[in-house]
């Protein structure tokens, strides 16, 4: 497939601060605790404020391991860099913190002598304190480190998503996944453990007499890929060999992107496996009977990819 998209961490499941002095930006690269940083994608220019891309900088250098991308994809998904808040949430400030996380883990990241929560600097600097106290210092856990600031599955594919966005130079905010794509890896993410069921739809709740909940059903490979792109408002045929069919087909020299449909066979005529792109070498699916939904390396007999997501 060319150079591909730029892979996510497997999901898991299951400090003085010096604001002025490390704000140098990310452009070109820089150094977070002593580890290169990897440069800015067209994406992150054109997306991030040039006040969030030196406080992402400048917060991140405060933890060893801690990519600037990170923060400022939890910056994205939150509130998009404090352009978007959500006002309905109890959490507040640019990265959606609640009061309580932010009372243990808040920082004076402008040092103007308060930690306020709705200020960037501060609630920047908090999140990579938080990160960092959560197992991203020395990137020892990234993934579990967001679980912590956000404990859903789909929230830290999203995250882990648009981290590899804001540093893929492949990446622009024309090419980048959609937000139909996104929707997708959301769903497919939040279905990892249910169990394979041919045939399968989906999980089927039935309430008991004691007023308990029973979870029954599952997927089979299509089925998950067709209920993750109904999420996202795209219909798509039943099975597996349908799916290919429908299309879009993606050429061979484009970059692989999250969302996308990787199909698995013999060949164009025999499509016999479908699974969600996450990476450049991982993908969600349902893969045979015994197992469960769950994270898989892209398999070697790849006979296409298809791109939902740009159906009319």
């Known amino acids: ?23 140098a930006g990310i452009l070109g690269g820089g150094s977070g605790g002593g580890t290169s940083q990897p440069p800015p994608s067209p994406a992150a220019e054109q997306q991030i404020p040039a006040d969030y891309q030196r406080l992402y900088a400048a917060a ?38 609640e009061p309580a996380t932010f009372a243990a883990y808040g920082v004076d990241g402008d040092a103007d002598g308060t930690a306020d929560i709705n200020n960037p600097a501060d609630a920047i600097y908090s999140a990579a304190h938080y990160l960092c106290a959560s197992g991203a210092r020395d990137g020892a856990n990234i993934p579990a480190a967001l679980y912590t600031y956000n404990k859903d599955n789909s929230y830290v594919a999203r995250v882990l998503t648009q981290a590899d966005v804001y540093t893929s130079a492949d990446i622009s905010v024309t090419t980048g996944p959609s937000e139909a794509a996104l929707t997708a890896v959301d769903y497919a993410t939040a279905q990892l453990g249910l169990p394979y069921l041919w045939g399968g739809d989906g999980p089927q709740l039935t309430e008991l007499p004691d007023g308990r909940v029973k979870v029954t059903g599952g997927f089979d490979c299509s089925g998950l890929t067709r209920a993750a792109y109904a999420a996202a408002g795209v219909n798509l045929p039943r099975t597996a060999q349908q799916q290919y069919e429908a299309g879009p087909l993606v050429p061979a020299s484009s970059v692989l992107q999250p969302g996308d449909l990787l199909f698995f066979g013999t060949g164009p005529g025999d499509v016999t496996h479908v699974g969600i792109a996450i990476s450049s070498t991982q993908m969600i699916n349902a893969p045979h009977r015994g197992a469960v939904v769950r994270i898989d390396s892209i398999w070697r007999n790849l006979v296409g990819v298809t791109r939902p997501a740009d159906r009319g």
């Open 1 to 23: 497939m060319g150079r591909l998209f730029a892979g996510l961490c497997a999901l898991l499941l299951a400090v003085p601060l010096l604001a002025g002095a490390a704000a």
């Open 60 to 97: 991140a250098a405060t933890c060893p391991g801690l990519s600037w991308s990170v923060l400022a994809a939890v910056g994205k998904v939150e509130t998009d860099h404090g352009q978007n808040p959500d006002w309905t949430s109890d959490a507040g400030g640019p990265m959606q913190f």
